[in-house]
Structure formats: structure tokens, C-alpha cells
């Protein structure tokens, strides 16, 4: 009920006992009076009906102000004061209360504020030991965390139940990713995220057989338990995954249940593409050697044969078969040396570059050629700002040794200057020295001797350490008399970070937010079921998301962005979110793009709604949709089933209405003053993801309140909701 | 009455000697560079045995040994597959053609010479 219901009731209630209360009165009043007094009474009445109903009137006034001051003094501040304690209490500690009434209620405000500071400073501290406490434990989880994410290896956790506990970056990136240039949309639905079934990613088939096969192996006693299978990733990798059960305590005892006899299984996955690549190159490679050396020898073999085995044999015959030994002995030759090209060549194009600095390359460049050649190399940067480079650190660092090492020995020149800078498409890094230039003959000749300095480096030759990394190396001799003779080496730059949309604009935000209600009925979802709607809300996955769209009215105006993020287990993963834009094809109004800030040159090239929507849908399923106001999103998304046969059955929840079922006496229920008062801090509002996030935060503070006021179950949630729903329709 | 050899392959630096080597021995020798060429000639030369090999130009060896097996000519005739693929499994597979033997290159002169022989000796 609403406060201001409430007055009227209260009002209401009042009055008609008061007046109750005066009819009696006036009843035993009256039958004591004498006939006399009884007439006498009555023309009294009359003749001073005016005095009599102002004085009424007057009292009734009075008490009705009376009754509006303390009710609003009195009574409504201690029913908000109740509110706002327990979100004080529960998730907001540092939220104080601030609202006016009487002397008597401030007093009360002034001491519980009070109190909430002197348990908000003890909590602090308690804290703060929690926290030094837990720090050296959450180091050494980040150090294994870290390192997890870095393994060449995807891994992925699940239970028995193909649920995904666990996955680092690489097997998202392995089972994942679409091939590069790829539509994102031709593949949809392979999602990994923590919660989800391990079935969305890889063959149901082949987990199960791996399962099979490590129950027996179990069963068998076998001290390592491993399975192995070979699949398709993502972009059309080829994995090889291990799986490795995770044996729990009752499994050490005999079985007593038929299920799996493991708490769970890790999933080890190599991406064996490129090997497999290799490995068919190789023996293709090997196959033909032997063909064409099967052949040659066998022409030699047959005619060395004959030659001897018949001497007489007459002279043009004879001399037939010298050549043929001849000329086969050469394609031997031949065929040695193109294999071994090819060969080379396989191996060197499988030489993994890395970024780096160009300044620590410099830098390490400096100190080697310090320690090993005696060579004092200083390095200015031109340039003024950081490159990276996308080298083999060890054979670009050999290289310029390599260099610097020739260049003493040529010219004599023990001190070199480096400096580097860009051009369009390359870095150039100089060395230049004081004395007599290099000719360019000399240079070649370098090129082509291998990267050894003393006995240190490898076989290969510059040119070919230059040419993986499709870089030059070039010599300028000196114009005029006072330019220093220089060597110059072009490495390829690497593309770096574009900037971000949200760096581009300049647009003021005005905060309009949309009307609160729309026509979609968020109750009778068909995705809803018992079983769902018996879960406890914390146990539930939810999709939070928030659309941005080009206006108001789903009939005409389109969605332009989709953000959302998951929560699972009551935690908010930032990570697994999803953040598309989508190209609406009709002009942004400029209204909007106030709101927004979304331009129209950044939707161009975006998918249309008809690809973005599979995604989308792909991303939510099997959860709950959660947005703040969610009837208007969820109504854009409805206006677009029918062209993208796309149907979101999810059941919906909505921060708005639960906010207003927990805070009924709060007016505003937006998301600022949502966040507000639960102490949340709203980054990028009005993107779609931001406002996705904060909602998602808002959701996991409104949990415990929801729990205090008897909500526990998804049902509960839904019920609750839509009852506020028509409260708030009514009025 | 002479015995007939047909050499197929298509490398005239181990037809030359194989040619020189049937010759020796008093056989009478043709030699064709392809696959189709042998079927060509079958019923005009009608060989006792054929020296095939694998890899030809156009029809390889396994297709000519299947075609040969078909006509009632090449029915008859011994078939020895000369080859440069070695592999165990290619070997297997041209043995599971019908032919009467798989001699790998590199060979021997001698040892083509005996299985020519005895080949011959045990048809007639």
C-alpha cells in the first residue's frame, strides 16, 4: 500500500469513529432531555445553524490537519525510517538515513545514524583484518589464475553434467572463435561461459565416449585415467582434448551407484592444426623424396647392371647407358637439393613472432653488444613514443649484432648512434657511425653468411632472419661532409589500437530516461515452468541486458545496441557479456543520439537486427532475462519476431518492479536513484552494457533484500512483481 | 617360340635398360609410355607378361592392371608391377589386383631377370 493510501484509510477511519462516537453521544443526549428542552434545543439549533456547522467545520479542519501532521510527521517518516534501516543493514552500510519529521522522529534518525556509524567503523575494521588475511591467499590463486590463462592449452572444468565450472582463455579462443573474416553470425551459438553445458561447444558424442571410456579405465584401476578424442573447434581448428576426471572420496570406495564414478572432468585441448598441417606437409615432402630417389636409383642400378653383367655390349648401347647413369645421378642431386629447400622453408615459416617494444629490443641490443663485442651502442628514440614489433627476439637481437659486430670489423668503429622513427608502413632503425661508409656489394655479401658471432647464433643467414620477419636491411653512404655514414633496417609495423567509439564523441548526455511501462505482458512468458519457478533465486542464471534503440515506440523506431552480461551463482561475470551494435537501415533522429551517443557512422557495417538477434537469443538461452523496465525491451525484441523468427520464451524479471516491491514509498525507481541509494556507482549509463552492468549489480544488491522480505523463489519474484505492476498501473 | 614382354613406363632412363635386359635374355620386347597405349597394343602384340609401372601419365598402373584383367589377352598374362611407391600399403594394394608379383625400385637386374623366368616357366 501507498503511503498516501494509507493517509486515506487512516483518515477515513478516523473520521468515522469520531463520528460514531458523536451520534452516540447525541442519542443518550437527546432521550434525557424533557419535551421542553427538547423544543428548546431545537429552536436554539435552528436559529444558530450558521455558528454551530463553522464551529463544526472549523474542528473537522483542525482535526484534519492534525491528523496530515502527525501522519506525516510521525507516520510515514517511521515507515520509510524501517526501509531504509534495512538497506542500511543489509547491503548499503554507509547509507544514511535523511528524512524530515517530527523532533521526536529526528531524535530516533539522529541515534540510529548514530549507531550505524559506530557499527559501520567496527565492520571496517573487521574487514580490513579479513582482508590482510585473505591477500596472500588471493595472490597465490591470481599467480595460478594467471597462469591458467596464459597456457598454451585450453582448459575447461565441468561436473558431471557437462556444466562448465572452470574454462581459461584459451579454450574460449579454441572452441570459440570464428574463423578470421568470417560472419560471426553463420555459426551462432557456441558460447562458453561459467554454468553453461559444455554441449553448446563440443559433440555430446564425444564426451559421453570419453566419459565411457574413463569410467572403465577407473573401473579398471588404472593408475592415470586419461581419454582422448580428436575435434573441430572454432575457425576450423582441429583439437586434440584430453579429458582427466576429477575423482572425489566415495569413488576411492567400490561403487555402489551406477552414475559416473568422478565428481567431475578437466578437458585439456591442443590445437594440433597446424601440426597436423605440418606433419601431412612433411610426409608429402618425404613420400616424393623417396618416389623420384626409388626411380633415379633404379635407372642407375639397372644400367651399371647390364654394363657389367654384359661386357660385349656395342658401343652406342654403351654409351646410351653412361648417360642415363649420368643424368640421373644429377636429378639425385636435384632432388636433394629441393627437398631441403622446401624443407627449410616449411620450417622457418613456422617460426612464432611476438610483440615487443621496440625500446627493450634497442635496449637489450645495447647491453649485449657492450658485454659481447665491445661495442657502445646509444639509443634515441625520434620518434618520441613506443612501437611495438612483432619479432623473434632471439634472431632480430642476433641479427643487429650481427650487424654491428660486421660494420666493427669493416669500418673500425667501435661507437654507434641508434635511432629509430616511422614512416608510413615501416620502423627504421639506424646505426650510424664516424668514419667510411659501407658499400652495398659488402652488404649482399653479409646477407648472405649465417648469424653467427664467435661461436654463438644459428645457421641461418641474415637474409633469411630478414625475410620472416619481411623486413630490409640497406646501407646509405654519406652526401654531405657532415652526415655520418648509416645502416638502415625497415621493420614492418604493427598495426596498433584504433580508438575506441567511446573516445570519439563529444556529446552531451541528457538524462530522459524512457516512460516506465510498456504493453508486454512480462508474467505469462512461455518459457516458464514449475520446476523453474520453484528454483531459489539465487540459484538461478540470468541474462541482464538493456537495448538502445532509436526512439521510444517499438512500432517504428529500432533496436541500434544489445548489451548483456550473465550472472550466475550470484556473481556478475563482466567478462561474459555480450556488446553488439546493430545497423537499424532508417536514420538516427538527432533526439536520440543525444541519449545515446551512438552516430550513425559508427552503425555502419554493423550486422542488421535479423543477424544480431540468433546472437543474441544464442547468448540468453536456457537463463532468465533480467532488465531494468524490461516490458519496453522486451517489446522491441517481440516486434522483431516475425521477421527474424526469432522468439525470446524466457521468463523476465525487472529491477524497476522489484525495487518498487522492496521500496514501495520510494517515488523514483530509475536507475540512478536505484543505484543510488544501494551504493552503487553507474558507469557508462545509457550504453547498452553499462546500463546492462548496473543493472546486473542493482539485481545482486536487491538479493538479499528480496530474501528478507520472504521472496525466495523465482515464483515468489514473479508474483510479487506483478502485483506492484498493476499497483503502479492503477495510479 | 619367343616369349613376349611388354615394358610400360613412362621413364625411358629404366625403359633402356630393361629393354637391353629382356633382349639379352631372348625375349621379345616392346615398350609403351602409357597405360592406354598398352591397352592399345594387347591384342596386336599379345604379351606373356607385362612390366608395369605405377605411376603413369593418365591411367595409372592399378587402373591398367584392373582393365587388362577384364579382356581375355590380358586375362592371360603374367603381370609384374614395377614401382617406386614401396610402401607396405601400396604393395598390398597391387597385390590384392591379381598380379603375379610387385618388385620395387630400386632392383637388381638379376633379380628381375629370375622373376621374368620363373614367371614364364610356370605358365607354360
Known sequence: MTPKNRFWWFFAVSISIIFIFFTILSIFFWRQLSPQEKVYLITLLKSNFAFIFIAVFLMLTGFVFALDGIFHSYIIPVVRL????????????????????????????????????????????????????????????????????????????????????????????????????????????????????????????????????LTAKIRKKEPVPVAHFVMMGGGARLLRAEAIPILNQEAALPMLKSGAPFAGYILILYDITREIENERRVQFLLQSLLMRFRGSVAGIRSAIEAIIEYPEIDADQLDHFRRIIHSEALNLGDTLEKTTETYNSEIESHWPLVYMPVADLLDTVGQKAKEKLGIKMTVNNTAKTSHQVRVDSYSAIMALLFLLNRLKEQTGAAEFQCTYDRSDLFLHIDLSWKGTGIRIETLRQWESQPLMIESEGTALTLKEVLSHHDAQVWCYACREPKELPRLRLFLPITAEGEVGPEEAGGISISIESRPEYYDFDLFNQPGQNPELDDTPLTELTYTVFDTETTGLDPKIDEIISIGAVRIVNGRLLYKENFDQLVDPKRPLPYESIQFHGIREEMLAGQP??????????????????????????????????ASTGIRFINPVLDTLLLSAVLHPSQEAHKIEAIAERLGIRVVGRHTALGDAITTGEIFLKLLPLLKQAGLHTLRDARVASQKTYYARMKY | MTKKILVVDDEPNIVVPLVFLMRQNGYEVRAVGTGEDALDCLSEFGPDLILLDIMLPGMDGFEVCQALREIPKGKRARIVFLSAMGRDVDIAKGMALDVDAYITKPFSNADVVEKVKDLLEASS
Open chain 1, 82 to 213: 524501517s526501509e531504509e534501516v534495512s538497506v542500511m543493514q543489509s547491503v548499503n552500510p554507509s547509507h544514511r538515513i535523511k528524512i524530515d519529521g517530527s523532533k521526536d522522529v529526528m531524535r530516533l534518525v539522529k541515534v540510529i545514524n548514530e549507531g550505524a556509524d559506530t557499527i559501520e567503523a567496527l565492520r571496517k575494521s573487521v574487514s580490513e583484518k579479513i582482508r590482510t588475511a585473505r591477500s596472500q591467499a588471493e595472490e597465490e590463486k591470481n599467480l595460478l589464475a594467471s597462469f591458467m590463462a596464459e597456457l598454451p592449452q585450453g582448459v575447461l572444468i565441468c561436473n558431471t553434467d557437462g556444466r562448465i565450472i572452470f574454462y581459461n582463455k584459451r579454450s574460449r579462443i579454441f572452441l570459440e572463435e570464428s574463423p578470421e573474416g568470417a560472419d560471426p553470425a553463420d555459426a551462432p551459438g557456441r558460447f562458453i561461459g561459467l554454468g553453461r553445458s559444455i554441449f553448446g561447444v563440443m559433440d555430446k558424442n564425444l564426451i559421453v565416449h570419453a566419459l565411457d571410456v
Open chain 1, 608 to 641: 542488421p537486427i535479423e543477424k544480431a538477434l540468433p546472437l543474441f537469443h544464442a547468448f540468453a538461452s536456457d537463463t532468465i532475462l533480467l532488465g531494468h523496465n524490461a516490458a519496453f525491451d522486451m517489446r522491441m525484441l517481440q516486434m522483431k519476431e
